[in-house]
């Protein structure tokens, strides 16, 4: 079984504030996806990175794949009441049915 | 967009009763769809891979008795929860493999599942 480790668990930042996320693991993954949850839905998708040390931005959202494809992270500039939400980082190796190895999850609560 | 729609959204039943969740892809078709459960402030667990035409594979630890899938159409996978019970209480979401260029998956709206 993969495991994904996301870190912190919960995170609590008051509007403006620069906020990072990681998500680390011993395996090598095809693909790495980043998702965001509300309460009472689905996880929404948000970036899929593929090629070792790949950035991608989305508005004031950055994420990074790591060289060896092993691990990611999320960094939110500037962050807004509207960036609150479960943030989730997900692995996924192509052989293996595109099956998703999910992290534990961030919480993470921005403050007005 | 590689919508997917799940109904009901949120079902409450008696004990011994069985429930049954509908996973549709709306404009896509989907050989493969995944179930999905999670608690609260958790993460999800995979339950089970759906394939249109075939049996669904189970993760370990899953009871494929307890949790019937059928995956009769392109765009239809459905769960049926047999004999609930209070533990069965869950978040249920599905999710399907869409036209992304990397074969991601997209989820359901997810179904809120409540066993008195």
């Known amino acids: 079984t993969q495991l994904l480790e996301q870190s912190p668990q919960f995170l609590s930042i008051q509007e403006g504030e620069n906020l990072t996320v990681y998500c680390n693991s011993s395996s090598v993954f095809s693909s790495l996806q980043w998702y965001r949850q509300e309460p009472g839905e689905g996880p929404v998708l948000l970036v899929t990175?593929?090629?070792?040390?790949e950035v991608k931005k989305l508005k004031r959202l950055t994420f990074q794949f790591g060289d060896a494809r092993k691990d990611s992270s999320l960094h939110i500039t500037a962050a807004q009441p509207g960036d609150t939400g479960l943030y989730l980082c997900?692995?996924?190796?192509?052989?293996?049915?595109?099956?998703?190895?999910f992290g534990a999850g961030t919480t993470v609560t921005v403050r007005a | 967009g590689a919508v997917v729609s799940q109904h009901p959204s949120r079902v409450i039943c008696k004990s011994g009763t069985s429930v049954k969740i509908e996973c549709r892809s709306l404009?896509?078709?989907?050989?493969?769809m995944f179930w999905y459960r999670q608690f609260p402030k958790q993460s999800l667990m995979l339950m089970a891979t759906?394939?249109?035409?075939?049996?669904?594979?189970?993760e370990q630890g899953v009871e494929k008795d307890k949790f019937l899938i059928n995956h009769a159409s392109l765009t239809l996978s459905t769960l049926t929860v047999t004999s609930a019970h209070p533990e069965d209480s869950s978040f249920y979401i599905c999710s399907a493999i869409g036209a992304g260029a990397y074969n991601e998956q997209f989820f359901g709206p997810g179904t809120r599942l409540t066993v008195l």
């Open positions: 759906s394939n249109e035409g075939s049996k669904a594979t189970y």
């Open positions: 990175v593929v090629t070792g040390g």
């Open positions: 404009d896509f078709q989907a050989t493969t």
């Open positions: 997900a692995g996924v190796n192509y052989s293996n049915d595109y099956k998703l190895s």
